[in-house]
């Protein structure tokens, strides 16, 4: 685990998430291992260039200004074939990205899922529904197929 200011979204991005320690504002967690940026996830989603896809079908580019707005459900793209959605709304603090890898879902409890990669040997516990994520999965693969 280390701190890389230079670190950004790219293809071995797996999970983004708010972080909250002295000079580490965001967790990345990649395929090779976890990293600290000093940037918040928007700010790292903004340099990336990522745009996003609300339900109308309206394509705005990623930007704090942008991911604020009330849209329930977002998903990220790039040119590179990145994509991610958001746990909750991108400004709520407990919001986790989830990048389009393989993965599993196991509920907990009702609010609570464990996401598991299991070719890279990661797992993380969200405190979001299965069903929640499941939907926004759907809606990722939607947008990919």
């Not at 790292?44 to 705005?60: Q, W």
């Not at 707005?69 to 407990?94: N, V, W």
């Not at 598991?116 to 797992?123: A, V």
Request: charged content about 20%.
């Amino acid at each position: 685990m280390g701190i890389c200011g230079d670190l950004g979204i790219d293809q071995e991005l797996v999970l983004l998430e708010s972080w909250y320690e002295t000079g580490r504002r965001s967790r990345m967690t990649t395929k090779h291992g976890v990293y600290y940026s000093a940037k918040p996830p928007l700010a790292l989603i903004d340099k990336a260039a990522m745009s996003i896809v609300c339900p109308n079908g309206l394509r705005l580019k990623a930007t704090r200004h942008s991911l604020k707005s009330h849209e329930k459900h977002i998903i990220l793209y790039s040119s590179d074939g990145i994509f991610a959605y958001p746990t909750q709304a991108p400004a709520d603090l407990g919001c986790v990205w989830i990048f389009n890898h393989q993965y599993t879902l196991e509920p907990i409890s009702t609010l609570k899922t464990r996401i598991t990669y299991k070719q890279f040997g990661i797992s993380k516990e969200i405190d979001v529904s299965t069903h929640h994520l499941s939907k926004q999965r759907k809606r990722l693969r939607g947008l990919l197929f």
